[in-house]
């Protein structure tokens, strides 16, 4: 098959609803989840890079591999994916976080029934993963103990700034994969930081920390001497 061959794995109307389905925040798409899944996995069996698909679909890599997961998910659970928040369903972002820690098939079946019965939220599935490794302990302990940790307030500090020109040439006009590089910066940049949630827009950012997480990126920016604002641009420039 020739380098553009992998194309016609889909008809044109399944190219259509796969454009539609993926990119967006919309619970009502075209496909489901799964369908997505089974699309994208069409297109790899014909022989198309993840790089390939990305460009074709403008959804970023690391996004794509999510949904080729769900190939790996418990049989009794696939029909209960959806695309957002519904009640007594499994979203499709914490479906795919599950099946891509290094659980056995027991554990993953453990936790997503209790993420169905619980609405355990997607950081508190990283935290059952993260105690259950760091701590060598069974995965209903781990649950048990992030779970009665509910009850702990949390203090969350949003951080506004705007959006250089420098920055702005860099920006894709697909805001997912903006926010998903975005998202991924700081992750990798400020690994002790707790980032509740990042948005990169054209004229402006947001971060949500807590009071511990804001004080590291000031500090951060005062050894650079300059201000916080500017201080995530030049790691926007530097990593982007």
């Not at 899944?37 to 591999?65: C, H, M, N, V, W």
């Not at 999510?66 to 479906?95: T, V």
Request: aromatic content about 8%; hydrophobic content about 40%.
């Amino acid at each position: 098959m020739d380098n553009e061959g992998w194309k016609s794995a889909l008809t044109k109307t399944e190219w259509i609803d796969l454009k539609l389905s993926v990119g967006t925040h919309k619970k009502n798409r075209r496909l489901s989840p799964l369908q997505v899944t089974s699309y994208l996995q069409k297109l790899r069996d014909a022989g198309a890079t993840i790089d390939q698909i990305s460009r074709e679909i403008i959804l970023g890599p690391s996004t794509i591999y999510k949904f080729l997961r769900l190939n790996y998910l418990p049989d009794e659970f696939r029909n209960k994916i959806c695309w957002g928040y519904e009640k007594n369903r499994l979203s499709f972002m914490k479906a795919a976080l599950v099946i891509s820690y290094a659980l056995n098939t027991k554990e993953q079946i453990i936790l997503l029934n209790n993420i169905l019965e619980y609405e355990i939220k997607r950081k508190e599935v990283q935290q059952i993963v993260e105690l259950k490794s760091r701590s060598k302990i069974d995965i209903n302990n781990a649950i048990e103990e992030v779970i009665h940790d509910r009850v702990k307030e949390i203090k969350r500090n949003m951080m506004i700034g705007y959006v250089n020109d420098d920055v702005k040439s860099l920006l894709y006009e697909d805001e997912n994969i903006n926010n998903e590089k975005f998202n991924d910066i700081l992750k990798n940049s400020l690994p002790l930081v707790e980032i509740f949630s990042a948005k990169l827009d054209s004229d402006r950012f947001t971060i949500l920390t807590d009071e511990f997480g804001q004080k590291q990126i000031e500090i951060k920016a005062i050894k650079e001497k300059t201000d916080f604002s500017n201080y995530i641009m030049n790691l926007i420039k530097i990593n982007w």
